[in-house]
């Protein structure tokens, strides 16, 4: 069974420091990387996209990929309160088509003013 | 660009009740659609996936259905409520080429079962 893990938390964090948020999982064969952020009462909404090995970044979000250690993660440098919020991990393998990602339970960030 | 619109935004209902949840998108064809359900505090779980018309996978054996009687229309229903059918639902689309797409979602309907 294809599976996703995240620490849950809450993981606080200062404000302006580095937070990093960590995901592995579990099908090799895995393609497609991506995270949402959730408010709480709110829908996930996508905030980063990764498909190959390294870093990519956008703003103040990075996104880090290993497939050979089957671990991807999240920076998000100059953490703000607003960034408060369940950031979830999601993978889509290799042979999946056009079933659905696998979702990680999330990880909820705290970031303390 | 594309649009998902799930409505209602809250519903309470009665054990017992029967329930129907619509969902829609526009400004694509032939997407991918996806009911989750979210329990308070918890992760995602997929309840329901459409590749096209007429075609519902189902991921959790429970009260609930779902149908596609539309190109872009997705339905989740239920005959009798029962009181662990509350959640945060969540419909979500992603192209029909879904292997390196992401899925995008609506703002979602919260449930009360009383």
């Known amino acids: 069974q294809k599976e996703v893990e995240q620490n849950s938390g809450p993981l606080s964090v200062p404000e302006g420091a580095i937070a990093s948020l960590n995901c592995t999982y579990s099908?090799?064969?895995?393609?497609?990387f991506f995270w949402y952020r959730q408010y709480s009462g709110k829908s996930p909404e996508l905030i980063m996209s990764i498909y190959s090995n390294g870093d990519k970044e956008d703003g103040r979000f990075t996104a880090q990929l290993n497939k050979a250690s089957q671990y991807v993660s999240l920076l998000i440098r100059d953490s703000q309160p607003s960034d408060s919020a369940t950031y979830l991990c999601?993978?889509?393998?290799?042979?999946?088509?056009?079933?659905?990602?696998?979702f990680g339970k999330g990880t909820r960030l705290s970031v303390i003013a | 660009s594309q649009t998902i619109h799930q409505w209602p935004a809250t519903l309470v209902q009665p054990v017992g009740s029967p329930l129907s949840l619509e969902c829609t998108v526009e400004g694509t064809s032939n997407p991918n659609l996806y009911w989750y359900r979210q329990a308070a505090g918890r992760g995602l779980q997929l309840l329901f996936y459409s590749v096209g018309i007429g075609q519902i996978s189902s991921e959790v054996p429970q009260n609930l259905s779902a149908s596609r009687p539309q190109d872009r229309q997705f339905i989740l229903s239920s005959k009798k409520l029962l009181l662990s059918d509350s959640g945060f639902y969540l419909c979500?689309?992603?192209?029909?080429?879904?292997?390196?797409?992401?899925?995008?979602f609506g703002d979602g309907t919260r449930l009360s079962i009383l």
């Open positions: 999601a993978v889509n393998s290799k042979n999946s088509g056009n079933t659905p990602l696998v």
């Open positions: 979500a689309w992603s192209p029909v080429s879904g292997r390196k797409q992401p899925q995008h």
């Open positions: 099908d090799r064969g895995s393609q497609s």
